[in-house]
């Protein structure tokens, strides 16, 4: 079919149901899989790929032995069918919200190691300014944010461009930079010292993030360029609050974000260990689409996380902290 008049047509014969199958059968990977999860038999899943396909004019799937694979035009197409369902599915939620009382909702994506210290505060100023507004946080590794992005399950990612490279469909906005910075408890014996050295911070017991984390990568990148060995880790956590407790209640050292230290829980028995790690600062960004364009709430969000970012470090003042 020549491409206008498949442009004419598509929004009239596409049907919903083929194209829900035809999801399904994306996941899944297997026309089988797809008919058990839609409560099908198979024949009809494979009637309705075939209608779909007929409507398009393309092959959609090619069989292989173990289920199906995406043609050409299958990967093409996939996208835009999968993002038609998430948009249905946000539409509903929204709806649901608007029944409940809501007046306007929010997705928005960060990391939770380490997280993002300004977010909690700039979402309670956001809520203090639209009352009655929902916002949704989703904790997730960078690569999984911005399969969220893609998939338009959430509108912005709070985002370290150390640790990630987003595509060339992401708009970057940088909000601040970051330091990575050695932690201690206020009453290890290191945090009086007002000098250090790396020979002396290896004898201590560490806590450390997994090695299959991007911080993990990211300390190890850090150190690299240094010529300095990582640390001998003692305990393992992925958990950012595991981490501070260990620290702060085993006299472990770890490794942070310089901003995150003023907003880390027990930050008032923490110290930034006098140990600097001359290395560039990371930016912080918030990453959205291109082709969305981030409504005005998303863009206040942003707006406060830059601005609690700019008056941060007269505010880490206040605490014993060493400048890194």
């Known amino acids: 079919m020549p491409a206008d008049g498949l442009i004419q047509q598509l929004p009239r014969r596409l049907k919903m149901g083929e194209l829900r199958i ?27 790929v075939a209608g779909l396909e007929a409507t398009l004019g393309v092959r959609l799937f090619d069989r292989i032995a173990n289920g199906v694979e995406l043609t050409v035009h299958g990967r093409s197409f996939a996208p835009r069918a999968t993002a038609i369902f998430d948009e249905l599915r946000r539409a509903a939620q929204d709806l649901t919200l608007v029944s409940s009382g809501a007046k306007g909702s929010l997705r928005v994506g960060t990391v939770p190691m380490p997280a993002i210290p300004f977010l909690p505060v700039a979402i309670n100023r956001l809520i203090g300014e639209h009352a009655g507004i929902f916002v949704a946080v989703v904790e997730e590794r960078e690569t999984e944010l911005l399969d969220r992005l893609r998939r338009r399950d959430i509108e912005v990612a709070i985002l370290r461009m150390s640790l990630i490279e987003p595509g060339d469909d992401m708009q970057v906005a940088p909000l601040f930079d970051e330091k990575l910075c050695v932690v201690a408890s206020k009453d290890h014996p290191l945090a009086s010292r007002t000098h250090l050295n790396w020979a002396e911070l290896l004898e201590e017991r560490w ?15 850090t150190l690299g360029r240094l010529g300095m060995r990582m640390p001998p880790q003692m305990v393992e956590t992925f958990s950012i609050q595991m981490q501070f407790s260990m620290v702060l209640h085993a006299g472990m050292l770890g490794f942070g974000m310089r901003s995150q230290i003023s907003f880390a829980p027990g930050k008032e028995f923490l110290v930034r260990l006098p140990f600097d790690l001359p290395i560039d600062s990371s930016v912080v960004a918030a990453v959205t689409l291109k082709s969305r364009q981030p409504s005005p709430v998303a863009q206040q969000l942003v707006e406060h996380i830059r601005s609690l970012a700019a008056h941060a470090p007269a505010q880490a003042l206040q605490y014993r902290t060493a400048a890194v």
């Open 22 to 48: 035809f999801v399904a059968v994306l996941e899944h990977r297997s026309f089988r899989k797809a008919a058990a999860v839609l409560h099908l038999t198979q024949p009809a899943v494979t009637k309705a």
């Open 207 to 221: 806590v450390m993030p997994p090695a299959d984390c991007y911080f993990y990568e990211h300390v190890q990148r």
